[in-house]
Each structure stands twice: as structure tokens, then as C-alpha cells.
């Protein structure tokens, strides 16, 4: 009896992988500019088709890992500023890591829908130990599926889709930390900037009540002026005392804002008289509009849709299998060669059910692109509208009502100094001026955060920009 003919077999098998082993190509993400959107921070996720290589073989970068180290980035006792802040949120950020390695996650799904059926190979062994033939009925049989109708290509270009929407959601994610980390910030400023407020009042109140009992001392002044001083500088002290528990747990949230909980800050580089843009709601609408990635997260969610669809009409066109192998029969010594085709055929089912729900999902998202218009025009439209109302009532308290209250208590302390007024009305005065430094304050914070909110739909990364230095005059 003859050897079997292994090398036979291997051949087979390498003519049908050499044969079929090639699938068919499809464009990858179709978001042209997004990478110039981006920052370097952010990887796009892409596929060409041309300069595909053997995804068998392709290694994914192995995880970043985190800094643990608790305080990295910011020393302690040092003065932390927004732009410190920002870098940190983007190196440390559980948040953004976790959005990043979702278009990794998607990235590798891409591949996997391209990857063509692998073949199979079949050696079975009939009839052993048979008197007529003890060696047997020895078959070897390869076969490989052929995927027809384009079908891989519509389904990695489908799956790409999901790609661009998780690098979408990625730069949405980034832009909405952004937001809350520069509203925990001015949020923090603003009762750094109460407390000094406070502080300066309550040295301004605790000489006043000197006064009073130095003019009681000389019979010039009454105990019902001294008691009611008294009454405001312990209230100033009340306030103080609250405002600075309040401050280190602004530092916390901002701290968890950044996404280092331990972080250590004592004190923050901020300044709420800083310049801001004259935002103007139409022109703003029109542009977040054009550049948010939610906005566009949620059209390209209709371009995979529609791809689904065509995937779905196309899954009723049936996929051919072909196989060749080869047969040793022990009896009468003999080889035997076979061939196979073998077709489904798309009777009952042409993939009706999957074709009506794809086409459903498609004017789902395109409602989606709607909602999304909405919720993003609604968010604009609040902030915008808190932000102009602080900003221009910041403006009249700094350049109206403050400058007139301060002007008030000087000439109130005057008159009473020159025994032409209660201290009553002294006292009056300066409780104006101190309720008018905190109301500005308060303001100024709010407009802060409100402008937070709209520098984070617009996409923005160096913001606040610093005022412009004064250009230097030739001598």
C-alpha cells in the first residue's frame, strides 16, 4: 500500500486560501477635518483602504498607563492657575481615558467586521481495519465561504462609523470636563475674592468701632452707635468665617473636577476683571452649530444607518462555498479527487424583518440630529442668557453703583466727623459699600461661569485669552 499523500492536501488547502484570501475594501472614517479639530492629545482612528495591511498580524498599542502618583503636576503650596489646571485635566482625567480607549474599542471592531471567513479543513477516516481494506476510506477536504454582494466592505465601513463617533464623543468629552473644570475654578476664585472682600471690610468695620468709642470716651458720640457697629463687624466676621470653610471645599471639586482627588491647592491664580468677549447669541448659535461634535456625533450616526440598510438588503444575496479535497480508498487502491459548490438559497427568508427595522433606525437618528439641535441651542440660550445679565450687572455695580456708594460713605464719615451726622447714617453707608462689593463679586462669578459654559460648546482651548500688552511707544 502506498504512503498517503500528504503534500496533496497541504496543496489544496494552499490554493483555496491563495485563492479567496482577499476581501473586499471599503473607505474607512469620512470625517475629513476632524483631525485638524482635534488636539494632539486625541487620536484619530482611521483606515485606508489601500494601505491596509494583513489585520491577522496587526498589534493595538498596548494601554497607557496613568500617573498615580497622587500630587503630580502640582506642588505643594504652590499657586495653581486655570491653564495648570487644564494640562493636568488632560493627562489625568479617568473621564478622558476612558472615552479614549472606547475609539480603540470601536477602532478594533472595524477591523473585526472586514476580516474574511477563514477556511476550513476536513480529514476523516472511514472503514479502519475493514478485511478488504484495513487501511481504510481516507478523505481530506478544504473549503472556504466567498462573501458576496460586498457585503464585508458594507460592514467595516458601517463599523468605522462607530469610529468617528467615538472620536466624536471623545472631543465632546474633553470640552465638557473643560466646562466643569473652569466652572469649579471661578467658582473657587469668587469665594477667594469674597473673603478678601471680607476681610478688608471687616478691618474697615473693626475701625470704625474704634472711632465710635473713641467719640463716646469724649461725650461725642452714643453707645447705640458703638452697639450697632459692633453688630455689623461681627456679622462681617460671620460671613468671613463661612466663606473660608467654603473654600476648601471648592478646592475639592475642583480637585475631583480635574480628576485628581488628592490634589493639594492652597490658593488659585485667578482674576475675575479679566476681559471677556462680547458674545453675540446669533452668531455663536450658528457657529456651535456648525463645529459640536455632539451635533456631528449624531450625523454621521445617519450615515451608518444608511449603510445598515444597505448591509441589510444585500444579506438576502447569498454567499457561495467552495471546496476541493481529495479521497484514498484502502480497498481497491485507488485515489479519488472531489470538487464541491454549495449555494443557500433565499426562499423563505430575504432578511424582510432586519431591512424594515434598519430603515427605522435611520429616521431614528435622524430625529436624534434634531434633538441634539435643540439641547444644544437650549444649553447656549441659558448660559447666554445668565451671561449677559451678570455681565451687565457687574458693569453698572463697578462703574456706577460702587463708585457712588464709596463715594457716599466718605462723605458720610466726613459730615459725622464734622458733627453734622448720626453715625446711623456712617453706618448706612458703609453697609451699602459692603453690600455692593459683595453683589459685584457675585456677579462677576456668575458671569464667569455662564461664559464657561458657552467657551465649552464653542470648542474652546485657550480660554480666557490674557489681555494684550500696551504696545511701547518709540522713544
Not at 205 to 213: G, L, P, T
Not at 285 to 305: C, D, T
Not at 321 to 332: H, L, P, S
Request: contains cysteine; proline residues 6%.
Amino acid at each position: 500500500m502506498r504512503a498517503f499523500p500528504a503534500s496533496i492536501v497541504f496543496g489544496l488547502t494552499s490554493f483555496a486560501l491563495a485563492g479567496c484570501s482577499t476581501p473586499p475594501r471599503s473607505p474607512g472614517p469620512v470625517i475629513p477635518p476632524l483631525a485638524a479639530i482635534l488636539a494632539p492629545t486625541v487620536v484619530q482612528a482611521g483606515y485606508c483602504a489601500d494601505d491596509k495591511k494583513e489585520n491577522n498580524d496587526e498589534e493595538l498599542p498596548p494601554p497607557k498607563k496613568l500617573d498615580n502618583e497622587p500630587n503630580a503636576g502640582i506642588g505643594q503650596g504652590e499657586v495653581v492657575g486655570l491653564a495648570d489646571l487644564i494640562d493636568l485635566t488632560l493627562k489625568r482625567n479617568p473621564r478622558l481615558a476612558r472615552v479614549g480607549w472606547a475609539v480603540e474599542t470601536a477602532r478594533g471592531r472595524g477591523i473585526q467586521a472586514g476580516l474574511y471567513p477563514n477556511p476550513t479543513v476536513n480529514v476523516i477516516g472511514n472503514e479502519l481495519g475493514d478485511r478488504t481494506g484495513p487501511s481504510g476510506i481516507w478523505s481530506a477536504y478544504t473549503s472556504q465561504e466567498i462573501v458576496t454582494a460586498n457585503k464585508l466592505g458594507l460592514s467595516q465601513a458601517a463599523a468605522f462609523k462607530e469610529v468617528d463617533q467615538a472620536t466624536l464623543n471623545l472631543m465632546a468629552e474633553r470640552y465638557m470636563v473643560y466646562t466643569e473644570v473652569r466652572q469649579a475654578f471661578f467658582e473657587a476664585v469668587t469665594l477667594q475674592r469674597r473673603a478678601e472682600i471680607l476681610g478688608e471690610l471687616i478691618k474697615l468695620a473693626d475701625k470704625s468701632v474704634e472711632n465710635a468709642n473713641k467719640l463716646l470716651k469724649a461725650k461725642e458720640g452714643s453707645q447705640l452707635d458703638v452697639v450697632q457697629l459692633e453688630v455689623d463687624l461681627e456679622r462681617y466676621r460671620a460671613e468671613l468665617e463661612a466663606t473660608q470653610r467654603a473654600v476648601p471645599a471648592a478646592y475639592r471639586n475642583l480637585a475631583a473636577s480635574v480628576g485628581v482627588q488628592d490634589m493639594p491647592i492652597v490658593s488659585l491664580a485667578g482674576n475675575l476683571d479679566t476681559p471677556l468677549p462680547d458674545y453675540d447669541l446669533d452668531r455663536v448659535r450658528v457657529y456651535v452649530l456648525g463645529v459640536h461634535p455632539e451635533l456631528r456625533s449624531a450625523q454621521v450616526g445617519v450615515e451608518r444607518a444608511q449603510l445598515l440598510v444597505r448591509r441589510a438588503e444585500v444579506e438576502p444575496v447569498p454567499n457561495a462555498t467552495v471546496g476541493a479535497g481529495y479521497t484514498r480508498q484502502g480497498q481497491n487502491r485507488s485515489n479519488d479527487w472531489d470538487i464541491g459548490v454549495s449555494v443557500p438559497i433565499p426562499l423563505w427568508n430575504k432578511n424582510q424583518g432586519n431591512i424594515l427595522a434598519a430603515r427605522a433606525q435611520v429616521e431614528e437618528t435622524v430625529s436624534q440630529v434634531g434633538r441634539v439641535q435643540n439641547d444644544l441651542v437650549n444649553r447656549l440660550a441659558t448660559a447666554f442668557g445668565t451671561y449677559a445679565a451678570a455681565r451687565k450687572r457687574a458693569e453698572r455695580y463697578k462703574t456706577a453703583i460702587l463708585p457712588k456708594a464709596q463715594q457716599t460713605y466718605q462723605l458720610s464719615l466726613k459730615a459725622y466727623q464734622g458733627g453734622q451726622f448720626e453715625y446711623l447714617r456712617v453706618l448706612a453707608a458703609q453697609r451699602t459699600v459692603a453690600e455692593a462689593n459683595l453683589e459685584l463679586v457675585r456677579s462677576l462669578g456668575e458671569m464667569w461661569r455662564a461664559a464657561s459654559e458657552i467657551a465649552g460648546l464653542m470648542l474652546e482651548d485657550q480660554w480666557p485669552l490674557a489681555p494684550s500688552a500696551p504696545e511701547r511707544k518709540q522713544p
